[in-house]
């Protein structure tokens, strides 16, 4: 039997779990909440990954503010990308997200096994680093992508990605993000949140969002209780007589192909494929955000050099 050889590239197949997205937005359009269970996401990163506890967490939080911030993309064909490169255990994570919040993910090392924070809870900063970069990637179709790069504050995520907004977009922004992850590693319940006020927000609005944020239990709390997106975004925006903007179901959607493969494969230059075919061995690609393995023959790498 040939032997088999395995390359691994940052590649993606559709998946089909998804989870709820709701947006309103105050009467007078001066704040807006949007809300995401993602509990179906989240599981699917920790099916996909058999991630640890704590990189299930770190992961999800990502993932979850990867979809919130994609969705508020406007062409349909905009994507967004966060990553984290820090000095945690778990190395860089990475989150891609499509205008319509369908999102996939990964991370370098998906077990990690620390002790638990202070609060007795997942050390996710622990795990993700507290020294390091988030890097935001805005893809509009445009010459160049947008690219914002901030220093991280906490390694918490939710905390970064509040800061990035302010910091590079100047909006005002609560980010709230949360995994419970149940003792067989299993997802337990997972969501976020993002409130944002507009330039026209007055004082009495600030401090409205400021109390209902304040009055808040933990978001994986109130959705492991059955509380909705809906009910959620109403607490938020709760005495700003909120609307309803839209709502989505997102997936964790991966949309890897043999062809976006061989593409790849092409990039690595006609020497290296025929030291590659020379091996005499079956080449195996395997997609990094969802497991899939594409297997190449040495007749197949060969001709896709010609």
């Known amino acids: 039997m040939r032997q088999k050889r395995t390359i691994r590239f940052l590649k993606y197949e559709r998946m089909t779990l998804m989870s709820k997205l709701y947006r309103a937005i105050s009467a007078d359009g001066s704040a807006f909440a949007a809300v995401i269970d993602a509990k179906d996401i989240v599981s699917e990163i920790?099916?996909?990954?058999?991630?640890?506890?704590?990189?299930?967490?770190?992961?999800?939080?990502?993932?979850?503010a990867a979809s919130l911030m994609g969705y508020m993309l406007k062409g349909e064909d905009d994507s967004i990308t966060l990553r984290i490169d820090?000095?945690?255990p778990a190395g860089q994570f990475v989150a891609v997200a499509d205008s319509r919040g369908n999102v996939k993910s990964c991370v370098n090392?998906?077990?990690?096994?620390?002790?638990?924070?202070?609060?007795?809870?997942?050390?996710?900063?622990?795990?993700?680093?507290r020294n390091g970069t988030l890097s935001v990637v805005r893809d509009m179709g445009l010459k160049e992508p947008y690219v914002g790069v901030i220093p991280l504050i906490s390694g918490e995520i939710a905390e970064d990605i509040a800061n990035y907004y302010a910091t590079s977009e100047q909006i005002p922004t609560v980010c709230s993000l949360g995994v419970l992850v149940n003792p067989d590693l299993t997802v337990k319940s997972a969501g976020?949140?993002?409130?944002?006020?507009?330039?026209?927000?007055?004082?009495?609005?600030?401090?409205?969002?400021?109390?209902?944020v304040a009055n808040l239990r933990p978001i994986s709390a109130m959705l492991d209780d059955g509380i909705t997106p809906e009910e959620i975004a109403g607490m938020l925006l709760d005495g700003l007589e909120p609307n309803e903007l839209d709502t989505a179901s997102p997936e964790y959607r991966c949309d890897c192909s043999r062809s976006r493969t061989e593409k790849v494969l092409v990039s690595l230059g006609e020497n290296e494929l025929r030291e590659i075919a020379d091996e005499g061995k079956d080449t195996s690609v395997c997609c990094h955000f969802c497991g899939k393995e594409y297997v190449f023959t040495p007749d197949d790498l060969l001709n896709l050099i010609g």
């Not at 202070?118 to 993700?128: C, N, R």
């Open 46 to 64: 920790e099916r996909i990954h058999k991630s640890s506890a704590v990189v299930t967490a770190g992961l999800g939080r990502l993932t979850i």
């Open 86 to 88: 820090a000095d945690g």
């Open 109 to 129: 090392n998906p077990v990690v096994e620390i002790p638990l924070n202070a609060q007795g809870k997942l050390d996710v900063s622990g795990a993700v680093g």
């Open 192 to 212: 976020g949140f993002l409130v944002q006020l507009l330039p026209f927000a007055d004082e009495k609005c600030i401090d409205i969002i400021e109390r209902n």
